[in-house]
């Protein structure tokens, strides 16, 4: 990877080994639920309260901490926000049912996720700073792998450790983790990580007006809708609907997990290839777009076939599909905000969440209306006007780009 004096090969695996920490305790309360209920008392209800505490307070801090990523030193940015990791989760499994029950619960949750917030800004913010366009997209393609390998590993790792010694002990292997990651952070983060921006392509935030941002916010934010429902639906899907044995259901689930660790990677490498064939605006459309829109149609083919393994097969590409293209979605922001890439970057996420609070709730309330194919089939409809979005979004030469597109 070139870069612009900072080495791509340390920065980008710090990052990632620094957001996969944080995924892994972000995760880790939904893997020991049964053992917080059970010593809180806590009702399926209750519970789902203290995991929407920190969704509460992750995405109404994504814009202060966009704007916090384009005047912080990422070098103390991530170092505090992974100490902040390790100190809340050792307080969540810390916490009694005397010192406070469930409100202290929601309290150190939504801490969490105001800390968690900066994580993915502040990324691509440093990515975008420090890196050479033509390498963000495989750059940011594998710090956001760390969104399947928290999603994959945190089970494995938490599961059995619950089973054997509490629910206290798992999240103090979590806190462990981002012990570990703080100091990996420390001792070998770049020292020469800017904050401010390679090339000024502006003075001031018009950026954030343009037209070409917003076409951008507003794919994102529904691909977010789509993702999050397999996030919280796909396993149930697979037990009620398709009427697929417990483990069996918990296996296939993982799929497609499993499946986005090779894609987001992949898919930024795929957009920084097409930048150099067609041209910043094509080069990163080129993958997103038909992305979403083949999404649509693997969804509707998934949500109305007869075969239960053919519905696995579909929506696990649909899954890798949408998932995938996260690396093509933060190189195109970063090129698009400019200098004001973490505010963009943050309201950016902002939409993508506000999609996911949306959509676990209305597609189970549609499927009560119209069944489960008819709610997946219209949630295909966005599929494919988040792909058709992508025609609105144009990278202007310049940021590091040649005005030459290269054959």
């Known amino acids: 990877?070139?870069?612009?004096?900072?080495?791509?090969?340390?920065?980008?695996?710090?990052l990632l080994v620094v957001a996969s920490a944080g995924y892994i305790c972000r995760v880790a309360p939904t893997i020991v639920g049964s053992g917080l209920m059970a010593d809180f008392h806590l009702s399926q209800t209750q519970l789902g309260t203290v995991f929407s505490a920190f969704l509460a307070g992750y995405t109404l801090c994504q814009i202060p901490s966009g704007w916090l990523a384009d005047r912080v030193n990422p070098r103390t940015l991530f170092l505090v926000i992974v100490l902040a990791w390790t100190l809340l989760t050792l307080t969540t499994a810390a916490i009694t049912p005397v010192m406070g029950g469930i409100a202290l619960l929601w309290a150190v949750r939504f801490l969490f996720g105001v800390t968690a917030a900066p994580t993915y800004p502040a990324s691509a913010r440093t990515i975008g700073v420090n890196l050479a366009p033509q390498i963000q997209g495989t750059a940011n393609g594998?710090?956001?792998?760390?969104?399947?390998?928290g999603s994959a590993i945190t089970p494995l790792l938490l599961t059995s450790a619950t089973q054997r010694w509490g629910w206290r002990t798992a999240l103090g292997m979590a806190a462990a983790i981002a012990?570990?990651?703080?100091?990996?952070?420390?001792?070998f983060a770049p020292r020469n990580l800017r904050v401010e921006p390679a090339k000024k392509?502006?003075?001031?935030?018009?950026?954030?007006?343009?037209?070409?941002?917003?076409?951008?916010?507003?794919?994102?934010?529904?691909?977010?809708?789509?993702?999050?429902?397999?996030?919280?639906?796909?396993?149930?899907?697979?037990?009620?609907?398709?009427?697929?044995?417990?483990?069996?259901?918990?296996?296939?689930?993982?799929?497609?997990w499993i499946?986005?660790?090779?894609?987001?990677?992949?898919?930024?490498?795929?957009?920084?290839?097409?930048?150099?064939?067609?041209?910043?605006?094509?080069?990163r459309r080129l993958l997103p777009l038909p992305a979403l829109v083949l999404s649509g149609a693997l969804l509707v083919i998934g949500a109305r076939t007869e075969s239960a393994w053919m519905a696995v097969l579909c929506l696990t590409l649909c899954t890798t599909l949408v998932i995938g293209i996260e690396g093509p979605f933060w190189a195109t922001l970063n090129q698009v905000a400019g200098e004001h890439g973490g505010v963009g970057g943050g309201i950016m996420n902002f939409g993508?969440?506000?999609?996911?609070?949306i959509s676990p709730v209305v597609t189970p309330w549609l499927a009560e209306r119209i069944g489960w194919?008819?709610?997946?089939?219209?949630?295909?409809?966005?599929?494919v006007i988040a792909g058709l979005l992508?025609?609105?979004?144009?990278?202007?030469?310049?940021?590091?780009?040649?005005?030459?597109?290269?054959?």
């Not at 990877?1 to 710090?14: D, H, I």
């Not at 570990?180 to 420390?186: F, R, V």
């Not at 194919?373 to 295909?380: C, F, K, M, R």
């Open 179 to 187: 012990g570990a990651a703080a100091l990996l952070w420390a001792m």
């Open 142 to 149: 594998f710090v956001l792998a760390s969104i399947g390998i």
């Open 1 to 14: 990877m070139g870069t612009q004096g900072v080495n791509a090969r340390r920065l980008v695996p710090l």
């Open 352 to 357: 993508s969440n506000i999609g996911g609070m």
């Open 201 to 256: 392509s502006s003075g001031n935030a018009e950026v954030l007006w343009s037209p070409r941002f917003w076409f951008l916010v507003a794919s994102y934010t529904l691909q977010g809708y789509i993702g999050y429902i397999f996030v919280f639906w796909f396993y149930l899907y697979l037990v009620q609907v398709r009427h697929f044995e417990v483990m069996r259901a918990a296996a296939v689930s993982a799929l497609p």
């Open 259 to 283: 499946c986005t660790l090779i894609a987001i990677p992949l898919g930024g490498l795929i957009s920084d290839r097409a930048v150099k064939s067609f041209g910043p605006t094509w080069g």
């Open 373 to 383: 194919s008819g709610a997946l089939s219209a949630t295909a409809v966005l599929g």
């Open 390 to 407: 992508w025609l609105g979004v144009k990278v202007e030469n310049g940021n590091g780009f040649s005005s030459e597109v290269h054959s």
